[in-house]
């Protein structure tokens, strides 16, 4: 089955700096990859998600890239602000009847004002 | 996306104890889920709750253990039997559209276990 691997496991930055977590995944079948951040005591929520006929994709401040050959995907931050200090996961999953996701172990961000 | 109420958000329960946690769903939807998120930790997939059928459990995850039920497109729900501390954790439903849309999450359960 599908192995999801997350670095790092945490991330301090200041204030309007860039943030960048890496993931890697083992199936080769897999081609659907959303991102999720978690506030402490909240519920997962989806922030951006890529799907394998595109390289890379954007939403304002928060950009995912997308390297099928090598099996890796990363979440891009910039100009980071208190607020986006939380627990993000990637995911990846294979978009048949099931749509099972595999999640990786998450990384905790923390933004220093 | 669809509006997931979950219930009950937390309880706490007395060991050997079962506690049915229920799932709704302001709209029909294609797929539900039940996830397990330990303390600290990330997502680990219980089961996927099929309509009409009987659910499909994830390897380490058994129907006696945590039976879950879907009857309609819009509901289902995941009981944890025999409690134990080791159950104690947050158990978060999901629901996809279908093979080309994302799980979207409801707020989940906390569950502690004396």
């Known amino acids: 089955g599908e192995n999801v691997e997350q670095h790092p496991s945490t991330l301090s930055v200041q204030e309007g700096d860039s943030a960048v977590i890496k993931c890697t995944y083992s199936?080769?079948?897999?081609?659907?990859f959303p991102w999720y951040k978690q506030e402490l005591g909240k519920r997962p929520q989806l922030i951006i998600d890529i799907r394998s006929n595109v390289g890379e994709k954007k939403d304002q401040r928060i950009a995912v890239t997308l390297n099928k050959t090598a099996k890796h995907f990363s979440l891009h931050i910039t100009e980071t602000q208190p607020e986006d200090s939380a627990v993000y996961f990637c995911a990846a999953s294979i978009l048949d009847n099931n749509n099972d996701m595999r999640f990786g172990a998450g990384t905790r961000l923390t933004v220093k004002p | 996306s669809a509006v997931i109420s979950q219930k009950p958000s937390r309880d706490i329960c007395q060991r050997g104890t079962s506690l049915t946690i229920q799932c709704q769903v302001d709209?029909?939807?294609?797929?539900m889920f039940w996830y397990r998120q330990q303390p600290g930790q990330s997502l680990t997939l219980i089961a996927t709750a099929n309509q009409g059928s009987e659910a499909t459990y994830e390897s380490g995850f058994v129907i006696d253990k945590f039976p879950i039920s879907r009857p309609n497109l819009t509901f289902s729900t995941l009981t944890v039997s025999n409690m134990s501390p080791e159950d104690s954790s947050i158990y978060l439903c999901?629901?996809?559209?279908?093979?080309?849309?994302?799980?979207?999450f409801g707020d989940g359960t906390r569950l502690s276990i004396l």
């Open positions: 199936d080769s079948a897999s081609n659907y």
């Open positions: 999901s629901v996809g559209q279908g093979a080309d849309q994302p799980q979207h």
């Open positions: 709209s029909q939807v294609t797929m």
